[in-house]
């Protein structure tokens, strides 16, 4: 069966420090992954998404950018946090059932101070 | 572009009443439509899923039916339980587009109390 995992779990950086979040699955194979990230109370916003090995969109122009060196690899960096920054950092990919249906990992609490 | 628009929150029942939570969509084609539900502290998790019009999605007494005519997808439970406390999603895929990306409603807090 598929899993994705994402670490760290909790994450607490100065504002100005660099970031770097990875997300893997495992079980599958060329999946479509992607980045959220929700704020406090709010809903979700798409910020990267990758149909392939190095192949990345960016949905929100901001600090942060995505790598996805290997197959089941996904990295969300930035090289200088900001505090609008903070927040729950989610990686997801898509089934491969032909719904189109989304799996999501475990999150990751970022606070910047 | 598409869009989902969901009930505002947030909702608080006794335990064992009737939910609902509204959920219509805007989009072309025949997409999948979804409802996924996040518990405090957690990842969103799929509650259920309908693929084509009239399809109903159902899971752990929750239910939802696509509605092609009224482009809606509510959510359903007869009798909720002080465990169904948390953020209901209601999500769309569209049914063409290489990353077939999903568009999320806002959200609704449903807080039940015992």
């Known amino acids: 069966s598929q899993t994705i995992h994402q670490w760290p779990a909790t994450l607490v950086q100065p504002v100005g420090s660099p970031l770097s979040l990875e997300c893997t699955v495992e079980g599958t194979s060329n999946p479509n992954l992607y980045w959220y990230r929700q704020a406090a109370g709010r809903g979700l916003q798409l910020l990267f998404y990758?149909?392939?090995?190095?192949?990345i969109s960016s949905e929100v122009p901001q600090n942060l950018s995505a790598s996805r060196p290997q197959d089941r690899q996904f990295i969300l960096s930035s090289k200088k946090l900001l505090l609008s920054d903070s927040g729950f950092y989610l990686c997801a990919w898509r089934g491969t059932s032909g719904y189109n249906e989304q799996f999501f990992g475990p999150g990751t609490r970022l606070t910047v101070l | 572009g598409n869009s989902v628009t969901q009930m505002e929150g947030p909702v608080t029942l006794s335990e064992e009443a009737f939910l609902t939570i509204n959920c219509t969509y805007t989009?072309?084609?025949?997409?999948?439509l979804f409802w996924y539900v996040q518990y405090p502290g957690e990842g969103l998790q799929l509650l259920l899923k309908a693929t084509k019009a009239d399809d109903k999605g159902s899971n752990k007494g929750f239910e939802a039916t696509y509605r092609k005519e009224t482009t809606s997808f509510h959510l359903e439970k007869g009798s909720v339980q002080v465990s169904d406390s948390a953020v209901y999603f209601c999500a769309l895929s569209p049914s063409s587009g290489s990353a077939r990306q999903l568009t999320f409603g806002s959200g609704t807090q449903l807080t039940v109390l015992p």
């Open positions: 989009a072309t084609g025949y997409p999948s």
């Open positions: 990758s149909v392939g090995i190095g192949q």
